[in-house]
């Protein structure tokens, strides 16, 4: 199973998880807050309705988030494969090596 089987599942049972809980906040909210006893109990359809979206929008936030983690990573895998070069075709104007290791310049004498 590559890498990309194994979020969506990861995400999938997210969402419904996120799916059931967001359900169970707002059923039970409403019925603290604008339900009394005695009256008979609301639809549920329109929380559970409410908990679907809730998880869509869960899961499709984290799938966008998925790609563009995946987008970097291939563009950086891309970048690294260009070659970089480390020396240029010129050797820079100076004064010579030796006298540079030895820190004499050149023309005099000891």
């Known amino acids: 199973m ?11 049972v997210e969402a419904i998880v996120v799916t059931w809980l ?7 909210n409403y ?17 559970i309705l ?8 869960f899961f ?3 799938w966008n988030r998925f790609e563009k983690e995946l987008a970097k990573r291939e563009e950086a895998a891309s970048e690294s494969a260009i ?4 020396r240029s ?6 004064p010579s090596e030796g006298a540079s290791e030895t820190g004499e310049s050149e023309g005099t004498t000891p």
Do not use: C, M
């Open 22 to 28: 967001g359900y169970l906040f707002l059923y039970q």
């Open 60 to 62: 499709w936030y984290e």
């Open 2 to 12: 590559d890498e990309k089987t194994g979020r969506f599942i990861e995400y999938a």
């Open 83 to 86: 070659p970089v070069v480390s």
């Open 31 to 47: 019925l603290l807050y604008r339900w009394h006893r005695g009256l008979p109990l609301p639809s549920r359809f329109p929380f």
């Open 89 to 94: 075709l010129n050797p820079p104007e100076g």
């Open 50 to 57: 409410l908990g679907v979206i809730l998880g869509i929008l």
